[in-house]
């Protein structure tokens, strides 16, 4: 939960990590995802409380079925948003299962998926410079689920990102030991 400033104040959500250092690495483009992500949630919060008080003061009056339907609509939309599927807070991907295909948001057109691709490699958690465990809290807290993934559309980068997160060389991996003569 988020502790107040020495101030007595709240900070503001665009802060949630000062270091310089994070806003060199793609941790710094989670980290401003991730504020922006949270300034939606609040304001579709906003709505929904707003909207509450307008449906306790509508009722018994003509208004109140309109106010209700209001909040229904509200509330749909927050599980919708937030509820149903994991946000991504960094690269964005979506499979339709059913036709087999995949939209590609760097060229934002469908593409046949005759492949596993997108392949999505998940940013190891040493990355985020402790985001980690903020975003933990917020799921936690929220209901809402973040995705923090790199997504390739070749099979061949998505390997190589792979090794390279590891911090495994393949060449040592696959090795072959030398033979001995008899």
């Given at each position: 939960m988020a502790r107040p400033h020495r101030s007595g104040r709240l900070p503001?959500?665009?802060t949630i990590c000062s270091s310089p250092r994070i806003r060199r690495t793609s941790s710094g483009s989670v980290h401003d995802r991730l504020?922006?992500?949270l300034a939606d949630?609040?304001?579709a919060q906003r709505k929904i409380l707003t909207t509450g008080r307008a449906l306790a003061k509508a009722r018994g009056t003509s208004e109140e079925e309109d106010a209700l339907?209001?909040?229904g609509h509200y509330q749909a939309a927050w599980c919708e948003?937030?509820?149903v599927e994991p946000v991504a807070l960094l690269d964005e991907y979506l499979v339709d299962d059913l036709t087999s295909e995949y939209f590609d948001f760097r060229s934002g057109s469908w593409h046949h998926r005759d492949t596993d691709a997108p392949f999505a490699v998940p940013v190891a958690t040493e990355k985020l410079c402790g985001l980690a465990e903020i975003i933990a809290e917020i799921e936690d807290i929220s209901g809402a689920r973040f995705s923090i993934e790199n997504v390739y559309y070749s099979e061949a980068?998505?390997?190589a990102a792979w090794w390279k997160s590891s911090g495994a060389d393949p060449d040592e991996v696959f090795a072959l030991p030398e033979t001995r003569r008899l």
């Open positions: 503001e959500v665009n504020a922006a992500k949630m609040i304001e339907f209001e909040l948003t937030w509820l980068k998505a390997e």
